[in-house]
């Protein structure tokens, strides 16, 4: 059974930060595009962040350019989210999420098109 497992979620004030990681299991990804979707109390599931398989590309959604970046590490089989300038509004359940759809993998990750699902991580940010 293929896994992805996060961590580093927590409670942190705002404008605090968080390190988020994501290790997978039983496979290699590196040929997924992977990233990150969030869901808070009584919304959707929505896209965050997604890097392609070589790092080249990455995207973010509005809401959170410019304070968070994915990374990913090959070698170790994982992808990261750094979070800086956390809002309140920020505060959901974090899902890693992997895709392998060929040179539109990234593409297709974003539109939710997922492959793999992590179990999620809780974020709170504090007012």
């Known amino acids: 059974q293929v896994q992805l497992v996060e961590s580093g979620g927590g409670l942190v004030q705002a404008g605090g930060s968080l390190r988020l990681s994501c290790a997978a299991s039983?496979?290699?990804?590196?040929?997924?595009?992977m990233g990150w979707f969030r869901q808070a109390p009584g919304k959707e599931r929505e896209f965050v962040t997604v890097i392609n398989w070589s790092s080249s590309s990455t995207g973010y959604a509005d809401s959170v350019k410019g304070r968070f970046t994915i990374s990913r590490d090959i070698a170790k089989n994982a992808a990261y989210l750094q979070a800086n300038s956390l809002k309140p509004e920020d505060t959901a359940v974090y899902y890693c999420?992997?895709?392998?759809?060929?040179?539109?993998?990234?593409?297709?990750?974003?539109?939710?098109?997922?492959?793999?699902w992590g179990q999620g991580t809780q974020v709170t940010v504090s007012s």
């Open positions: 039983r496979r290699t990804f590196s040929d997924y595009a």
């Open positions: 999420a992997a895709t392998s759809r060929g040179t539109e993998s990234d593409y297709w990750l974003r539109r939710g098109v997922v492959d793999y």
